[in-house]
């Protein structure tokens, strides 16, 4: 098992009403497996989630980029404006 510290910003911490978790997932996970735990264990979030842009370790990083016990992933809510 790995676990991860995530972090939430706007909206979707507007929503769970905290700024950060520690997350236990199985090795060989990658970040659409934090999202599915997140998902499982908050399901109000799920649209929040699954559109959210993420970082790993501080780089921006897609569903199929692999976890690492003790890496910070982080979901941010896509925001638009000019």
Excluded: C, Y
């Amino acid at each position: 098992m790995i676990k991860v510290n995530v972090l939430f910003f706007a909206s979707i911490r507007s929503l769970l009403k905290k700024k950060n978790a520690k997350v236990e997932l199985p090795e060989g996970a990658h970040v659409r497996d934090l999202k599915s735990e997140i998902i499982a264990q908050h399901p109000e979030l799920e649209r929040a989630i699954q559109a959210a842009l993420a970082a790993v370790n501080h780089e921006f990083s897609n569903d199929e980029t692999k976890l690492e016990d003790g890496d910070e992933v982080a979901f941010f809510s896509h925001v638009s404006g000019g």
